[in-house]
T-cell receptor
Framework: NAGVTQTPKFQVLKTGQSMTLQCAQD?????MYWYRQDPGMGLRLIYY???????DKGEVPNGYNVSRLNKREFSLRLESAAPSQTSVYFC????????????FGQGTRLTVV | QQQVKQSPQSLIVQKGGISIINCAYE??????FPWYQQFPGKGPALLIA???DVSEKKEGRFTISFNKSAKQFSLHIMDSQPGDSATYFC???????????WGAGTKLIIKP
């Protein structure tokens, strides 16, 4: 089972460049999430999608956009990258129901120079 | 009221010792409290979880202690091993919307 697959694993961007981080899950989960992880800051929610066709802002949405392409795929786009967006990005998915477990991808390490 | 406060930020424990990480919450509507373990270069993965109607849950060397009246819960790692060195996150979930509210994480180092 692949679980949650993120691409790419590493990326270096110049300030002002754009890119899209891809995420796909094969567990038939309704909810998908994008987090960023910075040293000492834990996991901060950027955007989430509770179901296909819906997206909502999280704690730190500025500078990002998302697309829930279908039930499997949830992409994160940086339109004009800034050095402050240097971080490790994680995609996650969860089912619904009591005690649902979050499954994470392996992360994308993004550096903006 | 949606926050989960986790401490300490970092922890160094000798091999064989007990590692203790604490979390506190305010929202009494939370009804599921998982702990996640994250190794370097990997995403977090579920370690152990508890519901508030239970005061303790044990899985191998890992135990969650839950104090509903104090709105606190903690992770205890008995006989800590170097392989337990990782970052640990506590979290809380509302069953009504399944949103995960995360603690800030604790970087645990077990010294041989």
């Amino acid at each position: 089972n692949a679980g949650v697959t993120q691409t790419p694993k590493f990326q270096v961007l110049k300030t002002g460049q754009s890119m899209t981080l891809q995420c796909a899950q094969d567990m038939n989960h309704n909810s998908m999430y994008w987090y960023r992880q910075d040293p000492g800051m834990g996991l901060r929610l950027i955007y989430y999608s509770a179901s296909e066709g819906t997206t909502d802002k999280g704690e730190v949405p500025n500078g990002y956009n998302v697309s829930r392409l279908n039930k499997r795929e949830f992409s994160l786009r940086l339109e004009s990258a800034a050095p402050s967006q240097t971080s490790v990005y994680f995609c996650a998915s969860t089912g619904t129901g009591a005690g649902t477990e979050a499954f994470f991808g392996q992360g994308t390490r993004l550096t903006v120079v | 009221q949606q926050q989960v406060k986790q401490s300490p930020q970092s922890l160094i424990v000798q091999k064989g010792g007990i590692s203790i990480i604490n979390c506190a919450y305010e929202n009494t509507a939370f009804d599921y409290f998982p702990w996640y373990q994250q190794f370097p270069g990997k995403g977090p993965a579920l370690l152990i979880a508890i519901r508030p109607d239970v005061s303790e849950k044990k899985e191998g060397r890992f135990t969650i202690s839950f104090n509903k009246s104090a709105k606190q819960f903690s992770l205890h790692i008995m006989d800590s091993q170097p392989g337990d060195s990782a970052t640990y996150f506590c979290a809380a979930i509302l069953d009504s919307n399944y949103q995960l509210i995360w603690g800030a994480g604790t970087k645990l180092i077990i010294k041989p």
